[in-house]
């Protein structure tokens, strides 16, 4: 086990560097450079040779993307040039938020389709399998951006349920003391979330190993004792009201992206789960005699879990896609919003930065899906 | 004797027209199968209904619209004084902000999306299925090299890329569907087919076509190739989705050097502000969202009814 995630390790380094050279040097094929785009257009062209040289812009590309490499590993990745701050700091400051709004998401679409999906292979044939699939397929393919105005349209300024946008409101904000920052409640947020996850993961496996077949029966009490604790945790914490204005500000654009990705996993689950029902271990669960129930949730539904949650670290990286979007339409100041400004104003350092970011996201989910599969499926052991 | 020796004509067509009427039974089949799935034939009929809107445009121009008045671009009615106007006989969808019709807009952008997905589409399926079909039947380091590129483009957000590609290419329509070609061809869809092409490598009709004196280029194009053509056409299917929202989503950013496409209503829309005053302008809000929305749904749909005609354990039975 620790040898193949070793292994994997080393393969998704590898991954990693060709991933920031092939963006590093499309960005570099591109006509014109910094010294073109920002700088005083009356410029001599001697002027323009002296600073290229300062700024090594001379040098042969690969040159340069070592250089870059080597930078980066001691935490170095420039000066964003729209924005005049280290693009270690910028992205320092926005990546939590994306981190924060995107593993919610992922969690909560991944939980609505598998069950959804579950009851759908169930229910073939009703009239209400049809109708959902119908409207998972519209979800599926709906247009991101305009159902994201939607929603603003209708919960944010028809209902007045939730705000319009951004992911704080300065009138709670103003007049604190100055050590307390946005970034700091963020942050401790997710650190909470962080270590309820954990306990619950140790809780789980501690059941597992001591008392299985009553994992069942334990673990949602558990799961309610620790988020009352957090709750709890929180509610003596003098700035409670300031995590709940940032959670008021988190449920629209979660409930977007929810909405708009629940459907691949959902119709993935239907069409996996009526396969597995057709094999004989079904028909053998049946003919003992056990309950539908039983047979749906214990035998159908758990050999169902593996290629759906497979397919779905597959689609992270498209949720991420959609959370560019709905951090755009939402102004919520994450990595995705970063990204779409780096691009329209043709800030290399800024866009690397963004870049690697993603890369590191992606690569990280997918090694997590690896290791959690031995949890999923038994059968599966690495070497 | 001579009726025995000479070639006979006729016993030659009917050998075609025998293979021309399986063929033909084969598709009835086929249909009769995709026909069952009342999803696929909703798709169906809502690809119709665009693929008309797209054709009339031109028609409707060239006779019933005078182009001043209804042109896409720079189209303005002198008879309509206060834009954005709600609908009219007049203007069957009302006027956006700068005066243009709204219908007009809609009918010419359906041509252009229809040409993006299936351009790109045939592209992807080009690119997947050579490309799947020669990693499968060599193997080997070739294999590797385009399992390991597919891999290293899945793990990339389209979108995000195709944001950073747009800050330094001038990406108009026909740049963008073959970048989204290459990107998908090279992508997921060549795993998906080189599976595929694994399961039919083994198959005895390849083995005998090599024993029938076939090179490899011959048995990878005449024989594996066309047996993924069932495949490839499904997966166009989605492939067409995933361009038209690209697109959208693109000029929806204002990255995209187009002059008139959904996603640019939708950015006018947002632009001047008319996105978030309430249903009150629906005319500027519904038709463009709900048209990408409808056809990506349908396209969508054909391919899950053409995935049970291709996959025969999804039937129902």
Same mark, same amino acid.
């Given at each position: ?18 991933y ?6 499309l ?12 700088m ?10 002296a ?16 250089m ?11 000066d ?21 709004l995107?593993?919610t ?31 998972g ?19 944010g ?15 709670i ?15 401790r ?106 047979v ?19 689609g ?11 951090e ?8 995705g919003?970063?990204?779409?400004q780096?691009?329209?104003t ?6 690397m ?31 | ?7 006979q ?7 075609r ?11 009835l089949?086929n ?5 069952e799935?009342?999803?696929?034939l909703?798709?169906l ?38 834009n954005?106007?709600?609908p ?12 243009r019709? /709204? #219908?007009?807009? @809609?009918?010419f952008?359906?041509? $252009?999306e ?5 351009? %790109?589409? =045939? *592209?992807? &399926? ?6 799947g ?42 740049v963008?569907?073959? /970048? #989204?070609g290459? @990107?998908?061809?090279?992508?997921? $869809? ?6 595929? %092409?694994? =399961? *039919?490598? &083994? ?22 190739v066309?047996?993924l053509?069932?495949l ?24 995209l ?55 025969p ?5």
């Amino acid at each position: 086990m620790w040898k193949y995630i070793l292994r994997r390790s080393v393969q998704i380094v590898v991954t990693l560097v060709l991933y920031l050279a092939i963006t590093y040097f499309l960005l570099d094929a591109q006509p014109g450079d910094m010294t073109l785009q920002y700088m005083n257009p009356r410029f001599t062209e001697t002027q323009r040779q002296a600073l290229r040289i300062r700024l090594g812009l001379d040098r042969p590309v690969t040159e340069r993307f070592v250089m870059w490499i080597g930078n980066m590993l001691r935490g170095e990745l420039g000066d964003s040039f729209s924005e005049s701050k280290p693009v270690i700091d910028i992205i320092k400051e926005r990546a939590p938020r994306t981190v924060f709004l995107f593993l919610t998401a992922a969690l909560t679409t991944f939980f609505v389709g598998y069950y959804l999906g579950r009851l759908l292979a169930w229910k073939r044939g009703t009239k209400s399998e049809y109708i959902i699939t119908v409207f998972g397929a519209v979800m599926y393919s709906i247009f991101t951006p305009w159902f994201a105005l939607l929603m603003v349209l209708l919960f944010g300024y028809t209902l007045k349920w939730f705000p319009l946008g951004k992911f704080l409101n300065p009138v709670i904000w103003r007049g604190l003391p100055l050590d307390i920052s946005a970034n700091l409640i963020f942050n401790r947020l997710m650190l909470t979330a962080l270590l309820v996850a954990l306990a619950m993961l140790a809780v789980f496996l501690l059941v597992r190993r001591f008392a299985p077949g009553h994992t069942r029966r334990i673990l949602p009490g558990v799961a309610c004792i620790a988020v009352i604790l957090a709750a709890l945790a929180w509610v003596i914490y003098p700035y409670a009201h300031l995590a709940g204005d940032i959670l008021h500000h988190l449920v629209l654009p979660v409930l977007t992206l929810t909405l708009v990705n629940f459907s691949g996993t959902m119709l993935l689950t239907r069409t996996t789960m009526l396969e597995t029902l057709r094999e004989d271990y079904i028909m053998a669960a049946r003919a003992k005699g056990l309950p539908e129930k039983t047979v749906r949730d214990r035998h159908a539904a758990r050999n169902t879990m593996l290629p759906v949650f497979s397919n779905f670290i597959i689609g992270l990286p498209f949720i991420f896609a959609g959370g560019i979007i709905t951090e755009t339409v939402f102004s919520w100041p994450g990595m995705g919003l970063t990204l779409l400004q780096a691009a329209t104003t043709n800030d290399i350092p800024l866009i690397m930065g963004t870049w690697l970011f993603i890369g590191i996201l992606s690569l990280t989910a997918h090694l997590v899906a690896d290791i959690a599969y031995v949890f999923i499926d038994p059968r599966i052991r690495y070497a | 004797m001579t009726a025995i020796t000479a070639p006979q004509p006729h016993a030659l067509e009917s050998i075609r027209r025998a293979r021309l009427r399986r063929s033909w039974k084969n598709l009835l089949e086929n249909w009769r199968l995709f026909s069952e799935d009342k999803i696929g034939l909703l798709g169906l009929g809502i690809i119709i209904l665009y693929a008309l809107l797209a054709a009339a445009h031109p028609i409707l121009m060239n006779t019933v619209w005078s182009p001043k008045v209804y042109d896409p671009f720079i189209g303005n009615d002198p008879q309509v004084l206060e834009n954005p106007a709600p609908p009219s006989w007049r203007h069957l969808l009302g006027t956006d902000p700068m005066g243009r019709d /709204v #219908l007009s807009q @809609l009918m010419f952008s359906t041509r $252009n999306e229809f040409v993006l997905g299936f351009l %790109a589409a =045939t *592209i992807t &399926v080009v690119l997947a299925t050579s490309v799947g079909a020669l990693a499968a039947y060599y193997g080997g380091w070739l294999d590797s090299l385009f399992m390991r590129m597919a891999d290293l483009i899945n793990i990339l957000p389209f979108i995000a890329l195709l944001v950073v590609l747009s800050a330094f290419i001038k990406m108009n329509l026909w740049v963008l569907a073959i /970048v #989204l070609g290459i @990107l998908s061809g090279f992508g997921g $869809n060549t795993i998906i087919f080189k599976a595929q %092409a694994l =399961t *039919i490598k &083994v198959k005895p009709y390849i083995e005998s076509a090599k024993v029938a004196g076939g090179n490899d280029w011959h048995v990878v194009f005449y024989h594996i190739v066309p047996n993924l053509m069932p495949l490839a056409f499904l997966n166009m299917m989605f492939t067409v989705t995933g361009a038209i929202f690209a697109e959208a989503a693109l000029s929806f950013f204002g990255l995209l050097n187009v002059r008139m496409s959904w996603g640019i209503m939708i950015y006018t829309t947002q632009a001047a502000g008319y996105m978030l005053r309430g249903l009150e302008y629906w005319y500027l809000i519904l038709p463009a969202g709900l048209s990408i929305t409808f056809l990506c749904t349908a396209f969508y749909l054909i391919g899950r009814a053409l995935d049970s005609v291709v996959n025969p354990r999804l039937r129902q039975r």
